[in-house]
């Protein structure tokens, strides 16, 4: 259809449950099973082109980019492909009022512009390796009780042997809800520079609109390079270092895509959970999912609130809110999708096929009967307390920041040693926390999202749940179930909540001190009333639900021997493969496979942040200015979507075409099949 390179190209997941996706998240190492299959759809390399750990393969320009998204190599010094959002982080980190990458973009335009990145890292994964007949032969003897502690040990070993002489990191990985096991090794590159970022009018065209949304013109790319140490291997940042020689690199195709094409992604998808039961299909339609958005939404419009007023906030706030915003979003779709697909009946279907062929044989009702009913069990007794872990992690852990940042420093200010040095050096490493800390952060947005959330959580959970402080905010003669009276009150007395404050308290820090503080003590109330009460409870749920999930699975490849299973994502490197395409996504709808400049310039709008476009671009659209990417009619193509399986982790995933050369990075799923996870 078109002739040059899509600068960023959109790989849509049409779904888990879509007769049009192309469904699997396959290991690279046992690809030479779906081999026939993908040259049937059009793959002109070998399973060994992919995956090889003798000679130069693809897997070894893919790497997992700082172990929340995917990057590619793609060119012979280091130069990494990723999306706009996995390096939003960083671009922010280097943003101030004055230089504002966020919105105008940024450009080194040789390599001693290009700017470091503190805590990022890349790895590649050298090799995978199925050790579970070697974990599997010791433990059929084992209780449940002592099983995790036999795999903790040998896989401890393992990895060992494994990384023994080299410079390499190494994990043992559970698989098919823990029966089966493999080893990645891997190698890890901390030296990551920024190379460029278009502005986020272009890399984050569509806002929240547009995010999982079908038809897309965003821009979701970004470059970074690799450093390494003179010899090639890794290194620390250094003024010393080369850019990367690396063994593969992505040549990027000029030729673009056509409907039908063979288009694969090799990425570190994050999470999935496919051999999910309906018990946890309903669970999470009733009661996980809302109460997340429900909270999610009191955050994004505080945050908003405060951005909106502040160009200084709105660059300190981005990253936060952009993931805040993402998921919340996410888990809106996916409760859609589970309703709409019907994805509880189809899970009581597999369900009672399985109890039908375990029943018919002893042998078998023995080994897999009670799957079933411990997953049951667990799921009855977790929807009593889902809601209060739920506003656990996300109103406490990551709401008001002040909450988090006591969790980090409380302990190290308990045990600062007596030693004059020792303890100067330790009160030195709580100050370098705190300017960590505090460089994006805002006292008067934290005020405002630590009296909101506590206010939700107090109407959410159930006061039989809920730790004494919060009836102590309730009675207090001053307060008197006030959020925002005690949220001001702490805010004007804690040293928790500004960076003098806290250094003034350091100066001369006590544990004496520090529990007098109302922030502490309501964080410690809290935590401490969790631990107690729902902690234990929630391990006693979470050994069952393990059990279960581990008999369901292996019962259910059991059961239909003939079905080619893939694992659950869990951050290892998986290949995704299907095609360009375009599709249908509800009666009367019917969706082209790629997107244009003239449907960027339809959706602009001047006075929606989400929707600006930028002057030069409208002056190269106005022209027709397109240089070598123009399409054979002139036209610009922005994004194309493909029927690939893919999720978040996936982010910044090379989209390659069947000579294995890109055509573009994944950077998102699709609204119709937010179920598929």
Same mark, same amino acid.
């Given at each position: ?419 004059? %040095?020792?303890? !100067? #050096?330790?009160?030195?490493? @709580?100050?370098? /926390? ?7 952060? $805002?006292? *008067? ?101 393990? %059990?279960?999930? !581990? #008999?369901?699975?292996?019962? @259910?490849?059991? /059961? ?7 694992? $659950?994502? *869990? ?107």
């Amino acid at each position: 259809m078109f002739k040059k390179f899509t600068t960023v190209a959109l790989a849509m997941v049409l779904g888990f449950f879509s007769a049009n996706a192309d469904e699997g998240m396959w290991l690279p190492l046992l690809l030479s099973d779906n081999e026939a299959e993908m040259q049937a759809l059009g793959l002109e390399l070998t399973a060994e082109d992919i995956y090889n750990i003798n000679n130069s393969s693809l897997k070894d320009a893919v790497v997992s980019l700082g172990g929340f998204c995917t990057a590619e190599v793609i060119s012979d010094q280091g130069l990494l492909l990723t999306n706009h959002h996995c390096s939003f982080d960083a671009i922010q980190s280097h943003s101030t009022v004055s230089h504002d990458y966020l919105t105008d973009g940024f450009w080194a335009m040789d390599k001693t512009e290009e700017l470091a990145n503190e805590g990022l890292f890349v790895s590649f994964l050298v090799r995978m390796e199925d050790v579970s007949d070697r974990i599997n032969a010791s433990l059929d003897t084992l209780s449940d009780e002592e099983r995790q502690g036999k795999i903790r040990e040998l896989s401890a070993t393992i990895v060992a042997d494994a990384i023994e002489g080299t410079h390499y990191n190494a994990r043992v990985k559970s698989f098919f809800g823990g029966n089966d096991f493999y080893l990645m090794v891997y190698e890890t590159f901390n030296d990551v520079r920024l190379v460029g970022a278009p502005p986020s009018s272009i890399g984050k065209y569509g806002g929240d609109t547009d995010n999982w949304m079908w038809p897309r013109h965003t821009g979701d790319f970004s470059i970074m390079r690799i450093y390494t140490a003179p010899d090639g291997t890794p290194a620390e940042y250094s003024e010393e270092n080369i850019p990367m020689n690396p063994k593969h690199h992505f040549p990027v195709s000029l030729d673009g895509v056509e409907d039908g094409d063979y288009a694969m992604i090799m990425g570190f998808p994050g999470s999935t959970d496919r051999y999910l039961t309906s018990f946890g299909i309903q669970q999470a339609l009733d009661l996980k999912n809302p109460t997340i958005v429900k909270i999610r939404d009191k955050k994004l419009s505080v945050m908003r609130e405060h951005m909106d007023a502040s160009d200084k906030v709105r660059i300190q706030y981005a990253s936060k809110y952009a993931s805040t915003a993402n998921y919340w979003k996410y888990f809106i779709g996916q409760s859609k999708g589970l309703k709409r697909m019907k994805v509880y009946d189809q899970k009581k279907d597999i369900e009672n096929t399985f109890t039908q062929w375990v029943n018919a044989e002893e042998a078998r009702t023995e080994k897999y009967g009670e799957a079933l009913t411990l997953i049951s069990d667990a799921y009855y007794d977790n929807q009593k307390i889902v809601v209060n872990r739920m506003f656990l992690n996300e109103a406490i852990f990551q709401g008001a920041e002040v909450f988090y940042f006591i969790y980090r420093v409380q302990d190290a200010i308990k045990n600062l040693p007596e030693d004059t %040095k020792e303890r !100067r #050096l330790a009160i030195n490493e @709580l100050k370098d /926390m705190a300017r960590d800390h505090f460089k994006n952060y $805002n006292k *008067n947005l934290d005020q405002d999202l630590f009296a909101e959330l506590l206010a939700l959580y107090e109407q959410n959970v159930p006061k039989s749940q809920q730790a004494e402080a919060f009836e102590k905010v309730r009675t207090h003669w001053y307060t008197k179930g006030d959020w925002n009276k005690f949220a001001a009150h702490v805010y004007k007395t804690s040293p928790f909540v500004d960076r003098s404050e806290f250094w003034d308290f350091l100066d001369n820090p006590s544990e004496a001190k520090m529990n007098k503080d109302y922030a502490v003590r309501m964080f410690n109330s809290i935590f401490e009333s969790y631990i107690a009460t729902i902690s234990p409870k929630r391990g006693e749920i979470r050994d069952m639900m393990d %059990k279960g999930e !581990r #008999l369901f699975c292996g019962g @259910l490849r059991e /059961m239909m021997p003939e079905k080619k299973f893939y694992p $659950n994502a *869990n951050s290892t490197m998986r290949l995704t493969y299907g095609t360009v395409g375009d599709y249908v996504p509800g009666d009367a709808m019917h969706y082209d496979y790629v997107t244009t400049m003239d449907g960027l310039m339809a959706k602009e709008d001047p006075t929606n942040d989400e929707f600006i476009v930028p002057t030069r671009l409208k002056e190269l659209y106005k022209a027709k200015d397109y240089g070598r990417y123009a399409d054979e009619n002139g036209d610009l193509i922005i994004n194309f979507i493909s029927s690939n399986d893919i999720t978040g982790g996936n982010s910044g995933s090379p989209v390659l075409n069947a000579y294995g050369d890109l055509i573009g990075t994944a950077f998102d799923g699709n609204w119709e099949a937010m179920s598929g996870d």
